[in-house]
T-cell receptor, first 115, second 112 residues
């Protein structure tokens, strides 16, 4: 398997623009997680899905952020409108075979810069 | 919710020496404690984990210890090598990947 695949790897946009980040989890994994990483706040869990259903979105910072998982092989994280404080690396991760297996497999991350 | 404190934030050791990174957690229900390593510009990757029914686990040069009474766990790296230079994150949860709370990370620097 190619691992968790994220796109784009880098995104530079202007404040107010819509940003869409994409993720393809490892085939067969049934849990998918979106994390945000910054120097100040470290790794923060934004939202996670189990069997395509959002389980916990309490980490989503505000209504400008939304995430979807229309099927088992694809998820999106959307920011609309974007702000400079959204600049961060966004990681998607997947985990398989039930919620209690533990290991997270991270993608390469999407580095977002909002000017 | 769970709160994980990690220290030190930066650790510099001479090549060949040992390094120890410590974490404390707040939720007594947590029973899964993984450690992730993130090299510069790369993704975090699991290096070792421990569950609450075990006090210590070892894998070659790395080991993790857990003290549930005191709610702390530690990562030990012996005979450090240049490739050990990275940021290390501890984490805790009640059972697995869901709800993992990460510490802020420790930047380990191996001095030649």
């Amino acid at each position: 398997d190619a691992g968790v695949i994220q796109s784009p790897r880098h995104e530079v946009t202007e404040m107010g623009q819509e940003v869409t980040l994409r993720c393809k989890p490892i085939s067969g994994h049934n849990s998918l997680f979106w994390y945000r990483q910054t120097m100040m706040r470290g790794l923060e869990l934004l939202i996670y899905f189990n069997n395509n259903v959002p389980i916990d979105d309490s980490g989503m910072p505000e209504d400008r952020f939304s995430a979807k998982m229309p099927n088992a092989s694809f998820s999106t994280l959307k920011i609309q409108p974007s702000e400079p404080r959204d600049s961060a690396v966004y990681f998607c991760a997947s985990s398989g075979y039930g919620l209690y297996t533990g290991e997270l497999f991270f993608g390469e991350g999407s580095r977002l810069t909002v000017l | 919710g769970e709160n994980v404190e990690q220290h030190p934030s930066t650790l510099s050791v001479q090549e060949g020496d040992s390094a120890v990174i410590k974490c404390t957690y707040s939720d007594s229900a947590s029973n899964y404690f993984p450690w992730y390593k993130q090299e510069l510009g790369k993704r975090p990757q699991l290096i070792i984990d421990i569950r609450s029914n075990v006090g210590e686990k070892k894998d070659q040069r790395i080991a993790v210890t857990l003290n549930k009474t005191a709610k702390h766990f530690s990562l030990h790296i012996t005979e450090t090598q240049p490739e050990d230079s990275a940021v290390y994150f501890c984490a805790a949860s009640e059972g697995g990947a869901d709800g993992l709370t990460f510490g802020k990370g420790t930047h380990l620097i191996i001095q030649p």
